[in-house]
């Protein structure tokens, strides 16, 4: 019997020649040009209009990326927020990589998307007679079949059309989780055991939205500087299910105590932090952290607030503390899932990703990319520390 695909959401600013599938073959973010993607086009009701409805400022038809999935998963392991987790970890591989390669001193956008907001889904959704309906806290909207549709990317955010690099280590570690926790038996347990991880991915998301709600105030900055805390803070919680065990700055700064940094600069701990009346060692990177969460309390509590408070100075570079907030954030990540990664899930992602273009870079996910990709957030906080 022949699988058959099915359209799940749409993302407009997406419109890269890429493909992540996960590690089962269940689930994927599919390029316009992917071949699933043409064959739902023709088969299910509703979906050619859907995704070729799509248009720029200029009345010039896009070609939005998908989430798509199989009709034969499990049905018990289907629901939305299956696409949400997978989507953010997607995300979350594409844009953590652009914020570790920013040079402090000449900031030039890079290629990979900085921004979450590249990654959300369009309202609107098929139902089974191929109509595009619109289900959220604001609205719900209901169309006819026949009813014409044009859509449009959202404007504050570029439309990415070329391929970006992934963090690979992190995808890989990433999508080995997800598939734990929604195509395999033990789900209760897995679900128990992985929601901190992934409830920690929907705030990273939240914190990499693009702080525009004011304007671009200081406030609007504050606001991601308070979610990037909470999204750490989830991760580091001592015990989720026990209400009577709190998280604090100090089992943020446990969880990155376990990085495993090559360059030794990095290891010393050189620095201090005071916390609660008690002052501990600190690696450079929890000293970074220490500033992120300190400006965080300044916003949130109503204090008066210094361009010191959110901006980090050494030697000749200035930088707003907000940018080092990815690049710690997949320190802890790695912490958490763990630095190694065994044979089997690299033969397995080998399978992952596929490119729809011409050139097409052949991927082998071996130790030689797993050192060069996590040398790269390394470098990133040699730049400020040596400065």
Request: glycine content about 4%; proline content about 7%; charged content about 20%.
């Amino acid at each position: 019997m022949a699988v058959t695909w099915q359209l799940g959401f749409v993302l407009p600013n997406l419109q890269v020649p890429l493909t992540v599938n996960d590690l089962s073959g269940f689930v994927a973010l599919a390029s316009y040009r992917d071949s699933r993607v043409t064959d739902i086009r023709q088969n299910q009701r509703g979906a050619d209009k859907f995704l070729d409805g799509f248009r720029d400022v200029y009345g010039a038809q896009q070609q939005p990326g998908s989430i798509i999935w199989r009709d034969d998963i499990c049905q018990d392991r289907l629901s939305l927020k299956t696409f949400v987790d997978f989507r953010n970890i997607v995300a979350l591989a594409a844009i953590l990589p652009g914020w570790a390669g920013l040079e402090p001193r000449r900031p030039v956008t890079p290629k990979n998307p900085l921004w979450s907001d590249a990654f959300d889904f369009h309202p609107g959704r098929l139902n089974s007679e191929g109509a595009i309906e619109i289900y959220n806290p604001a609205q719900t909207v209901f169309s006819h079949p026949q009813t014409p549709f044009i859509g449009m990317p959202a404007p504050h955010v570029p439309v990415y059309h070329d391929s970006f690099m992934l963090d690979w280590p992190l995808l890989a570690n990433l999508l080995q989780t997800w598939d734990h926790l929604y195509l395999r038996p033990d789900n209760e347990t897995n679900a128990k055991k992985y929601e901190p991880l992934f409830r920690s991915l929907e705030m990273a998301y939240r914190a990499l939205s693009v702080p525009i709600h004011n304007e671009g105030t200081i406030y609007d900055f504050g606001t991601s500087l308070a979610l990037w805390v909470s999204a750490l803070e989830i991760l580091a919680h001592p015990d989720p299910i026990d209400k009577k065990q709190k998280v604090d700055l100090w089992h943020v700064l446990e969880v990155l105590a376990r990085a495993q940094w090559n360059d030794e600069r990095l290891k010393k701990q050189e620095f201090c932090v005071t916390y609660r009346r008690q002052q501990r060692p600190a690696t450079f990177v929890q000293y970074l952290y220490d500033l992120i969460y300190r400006a965080r309390n300044t916003f949130l509590h109503g204090n008066p607030i210094e361009k010191t408070d959110w901006q980090f100075t050494r030697g000749d570079v200035s930088t707003p503390i907000g940018n080092l907030a990815p690049v710690i954030y997949r320190t802890a990540l790695m912490c958490y899932l763990g630095w190694d990664m065994n044979r089997e899930l690299a033969e397995r992602m080998a399978h992952v990703v596929t490119y729809h273009q011409e050139w097409a870079p052949e991927f082998q996910l071996d130790n030689i990319l797993i050192v060069s990709v996590n040398q790269m957030y390394e470098d990133a906080f040699l730049t400020l520390l040596s400065t």
